[in-house]
């Protein structure tokens, strides 16, 4: 992998970019409240019952490329070291069925799964994969999956009032799809699936 992380901060306007698919790959999880059958309040509006209350969350673990921006997303009912390698593992067979052959590292956040875990760290090794870490308290370092799961929350788990959770997982397939190779990418003008394979 050439270079090192550079180093984005709030204060510089400067944006990086990998050179080439599969240099870099920025993962995070996004944690939503899980849903109870019938819809929740979105779908019911507040009241003095609250729908849902206690009944769990789920944890979408994403993966964004940093030159394509081509995402995967899966949901889990866990963030554990575990959960996270297995979603690194299939994460990366992902990329390379969508031509993305060769995925050389990856950059988190600090969280526990990704510094701490043996199967997390067994599952890096595996794959040969160099791992970076953003500093302390400075999302923005993995601004590129950050954003993805802004639009991950926009466009698909808060576009609609669902009705159940597994309404909202069903969608998340469809919307993977639409994200990949039907919307522009306003950060290059191009769907991230034609940046893997121009056209």
């Given at each position: 992998m050439t270079g090192?992380?550079?180093?984005?901060?709030?204060?510089?306007?400067?944006?990086?970019?990998?050179?080439?698919?599969?240099?870099l790959v920025h993962i995070d999880v996004k944690k939503l409240g899980r849903i109870p059958d019938g819809g929740g309040w979105r779908a019911h509006g507040?009241?003095?019952?609250?729908?849902?209350?206690?009944?769990?969350?789920?944890?979408?673990?994403?993966?964004?490329?940093d030159h394509t921006r081509l995402a995967y997303a899966e949901i889990h009912p866990d963030e554990r070291g575990v959960t996270a390698a297995?979603?690194?593992?299939?994460?990366?067979?992902?990329f390379a069925s969508h031509g993305?052959?060769?995925?050389?590292?990856?950059?988190?956040d600090n969280a526990f799964a990704y510094r701490k875990s043996h199967d997390f760290?067994?599952?890096v090794?595996?794959?040969?994969?160099?791992?970076?870490f953003i500093k302390p308290h400075c999302p923005w370092q993995n601004g590129k999956v950050e954003r993805f799961n802004?639009?991950?929350?926009?466009?698909?788990?808060y576009r609609q009032p669902f009705t159940s959770n597994s309404e909202r997982a069903a969608a998340l397939a469809p919307f993977l799809e639409h994200y990949n190779t039907d919307r522009i990418h306003t950060a290059h003008g191009q769907t991230p699936a034609s940046r893997v394979s121009p056209t």
């Open positions: 090192e992380l550079i180093r984005a901060s709030r204060a510089t306007t400067n944006r990086y970019e990998r050179e080439r698919p599969g240099e507040r009241s003095e019952e609250v729908r849902g209350r206690g009944i769990g969350f789920d944890y979408v673990h994403t993966a964004v490329d297995g979603f690194l593992i299939r994460a990366v067979n992902y993305i052959t060769r995925v050389e590292g990856i950059i988190s760290g067994s599952a090794a595996a794959l040969g994969l160099k791992q970076l802004r639009t991950l929350a926009q466009e698909w788990a």
